[in-house]
């Protein structure tokens, strides 16, 4: 058995040009479905499903399926965008008078 050390390395997260630190935001979407319907004959078809909506209100067993085709949320293509996004927000400036 052969043993292998793994060394993680934390490093500071991005700055902004105003010296405040970046937040990563993740926004995650399902596209096509992609669930073969023709896997009973031995072939390869896709519904044409572009995009997945639920059929149900979240927290309930119909956000897991699809209102156009049907299919679990699992079978939809998964797209992780990911923004890096800065508090650009000044702070307010005295002027003396």
Partial sequence: MRK???????????????NSPMRIVRNVIYGECQKNQAVNVGGFAVDGCRE??????E?????????A??????????????????????HPTTSGA
């Fill in 52 to 57: 997945f909506m639920a059929s149900g209100a």
């Fill in 69 to 90: 085709c049907g299919c679990h949320k699992n079978f939809h293509k998964r797209e992780v965008q990911t923004q890096m996004v800065c508090d650009c927000s000044s």
């Fill in 59 to 67: 927290g309930t067993a119909g956000a897991l399926t699809c209102a």
């Fill in 4 to 18: 292998c050390q793994v060394v993680l390395r934390r490093e500071e997260p991005p700055r902004c040009s105003n």
